[in-house]
T-cell receptor, first 116, second 112 residues
Framework: SAVISQKPSRDICQRGTSLTIQCQVD?????MFWYRQQPGQSLTLIAT?????????ESGFVIDKFPISRPNLTFSTLTVSNLSPEDSSIYLC?????????????FGSGTRLTVV | SQELEQSPQSLIVQEGKNLTINCTSS?????LYWYKQKYGEGLIFLMM?????EEKSHEKITAKLDEKKQQSSLHITASQPSHAGIYLC????????????FGKGTRLSVIA
């Protein structure tokens, strides 16, 4: 199964600023998925990032607030812009792929964002 | 869109007791995944079920998918403190190619 390196693992940011989260995968994958996990909640899908095309955003998430880049098949970034305390959450990237039936979808270790 | 209902939302059990967590889908499930998340940590893949009536076990954890492929259960036998965490069921429509949609999770505490 794929291995994902997600950075940073945590950050504390001032409101009004932005945070960019990086995910590096050790193999080429078509789709990468970005999730948000608010305190005490489950994972909510933000968007699907397909290399070579614009990311597809779920209802309630917009590109201006959560711009995503997918420059190649092994890398993606999620930026959380114009931060407010409500953005304090864990953000995770994920990939599926051929091995998903045996090894499950792979998730990054998460980025814990605190906005002050 | 697919929705997953998990029950119970939280569970406190005494060490050594058995427990069951349920996951019900609004639509037929193609792939049903169970994950465990330790508080503040990443997701640990437990099992994936695809076929109606399928059952898989790993150590003291057994997952089942009903024949109609709309309900799954996760059963833990003789619970231990190491089983504590949040259990999440997730579903995809085309295995590996679409994002997982998750239930709200079940928070399990195991007390001595």
């Amino acid at each position: 199964s794929a291995v994902i390196s997600q950075k940073p693992s945590r950050d504390i940011c001032q409101r009004g600023t932005s945070l960019t989260i990086q995910c590096q995968v050790d193999s080429q994958v078509t789709m990468m998925f970005w999730y948000r996990q608010q305190p005490g909640q489950s994972l909510t899908l933000i968007a699907t990032a397909n290399q070579g095309s614009e990311a597809t955003y779920e209802s309630g998430f917009v590109i201006d607030k959560f711009p995503i880049s997918r420059p190649n098949l092994t890398f993606s970034t999620l930026t959380v812009s114009n931060l407010s305390p409500e953005d304090s959450s864990i953000y995770l990237c994920s990939v599926g792929g051929i091995g998903a039936t045996n090894y499950g979808y792979t998730f990054g270790s998460g980025t814990r964002l605190t906005v002050v | 869109s697919q929705e997953l209902e998990q029950s119970p939302q939280s569970l406190i059990v005494q060490e050594g007791k058995n427990l069951t967590i349920n996951c019900t889908s609004s639509k037929t499930l193609y792939g049903l995944y169970w994950y465990k998340q330790k508080y503040g940590e990443g997701l640990i893949f437990l099992m994936m079920l695809q076929k109606g009536g399928e059952e898989k076990s790993h150590e003291k954890i057994t997952a089942k998918l009903d024949e109609k492929k709309q309900q799954s259960s996760l059963h833990i036998t003789a619970s231990q403190p190491s089983h504590a965490g949040i259990y999440l069921c997730g579903a995809d429509s085309l295995s590996g190619n679409t994002p997982l949609v998750f239930g709200k999770g079940t928070r399990l505490s195991v007390i001595a």
